[in-house]
């Protein structure tokens, strides 16, 4: 798994001097995912002012309901002049070129000019990057991460994907990956890209809830919070595999980068304090000698806004 180092760097907000006299105080951030858009305007201490969200259909060959998506949320931004507008989005991503390149799950998204739209919708300045190297900028300005050199921010549930902070920089191309589709078996499950073993195929709600259709688990018991609650025992012993499927790309990300902090987003909320065990118990048997011990932290926050609190981190790390 090849990696560089990005030019992506982190730096200080300025600070307003008689040369700058009307700073922004607010920030734009949009999450672009497969059926789903949501846009939150943020002040500078992270805290979300006001969110819109709404669905398009991801299968459509047409980019019509992702425009009429984004000109639904871009109004949360009417009346404000945000210092920028920070995109995280799902897929692979052209960050020089605005847009999407393509998503799997997502015909609709397929060359989309994300930046263009919503520079025309608010007349705000728009950058686009992939979610997970955003993700762990939202992280690292105002989660878990803030204060370290290296951690990585990790997204659990319909979308799987891996931040990596490593000595102060967001380690990967610009586009990025998220490390879903990194080889995990020889063989494996197929994978919604076409391949088979990657890690995507058996870490994300999709493989749960197959599995726990075909243990006969119904399909009320199969979310991750339901299964963790569950006295079956074959609920908890898939639970303690889909921690190890987990683990199996994460284990990759430690012994390479020693990131020691591992902050889990999304369906992981779910699986609450025996689900973050079994994670950190994993790291841990697999970790080798020397540097940090690894350590596993679950968001906190009552609605995951990482995505768009990383949208607000590039806002302030473009500048």
């Known amino acids: 798994m090849a990696h560089e180092r990005s030019p992506l760097r982190l730096v200080p907000d300025p600070v307003p001097g008689p040369e700058v006299r009307a700073v922004p105080r607010t920030l734009g951030a949009v999450e672009l995912l497969p ?27 047409s980019t019509g309901g992702v425009d009429e998506a984004l ?31 393509e998503v799997d799950e997502a015909p609709a998204l ?32 105002f989660g878990p991460g803030r204060g370290r050199r290296s951690f990585a921010s990790v997204s659990t549930g319909e979308v799987l994907g891996v931040g990596i902070l490593y000595d102060g920089e967001v380690l990967a191309p610009e ?22 073993g990657c890690w995507k195929a058996v870490a994300t709600t999709r493989w749960l ?38 683990v199996l790309g994460l284990a990759t990300v430690q012994q390479l980068f020693a990131c020691g902090l591992f902050v889990l987003h999304g369906e992981a909320r779910e699986g609450g304090e025996p689900f973050r065990a079994l994670v950190e118990s994993g790291l841990r048997a697999g970790a080798l000698g020397g540097g940090e011990l690894p350590r596993v932290v679950v968001s906190e926050a009552a609605v995951d806004d990482v995505a768009l609190l990383g949208g607000a981190g590039l806002v302030l790390s473009g500048r």
């Open 35 to 61: 059926g789903r858009v949501r846009a939150a305007l943020l002040d500078r201490s992270g805290t979300v002012l006001d969110r819109a969200e709404a669905l398009f259909d991801p299968a459509s060959p």
């Open 71 to 101: 000109a639904r949320v871009a109004a949360v931004f009417d009346g404000h002049r945000p210092s920028g507008i920070g995109v995280a989005a799902a897929g692979v991503v052209d960050p020089a070129g605005g847009r999407v390149i």
């Open 110 to 141: 397929r060359g989309y000019g994300v930046t263009a739209r919503l520079e025309e919708l608010t007349g705000t300045p728009v950058r686009v990057e992939h979610r997970a190297r955003v993700q762990v900028l939202g992280d690292r300005w």
């Open 175 to 196: 586009g990025g990956r998220s490390g879903a589709h990194m080889a995990v078996s020889a063989s494996g499950e197929p994978c919604t890209c076409g391949r088979r």
């Open 209 to 246: 809830r197959g599995r726990a259709g075909a243990l006969g688990l119904g399909t009320g018991g199969n979310s991750l919070g339901a299964l963790v609650a569950s006295r079956d025992g074959a609920a908890r012993r898939l639970v303690a595999e889909y921690a190890e499927n987990l």
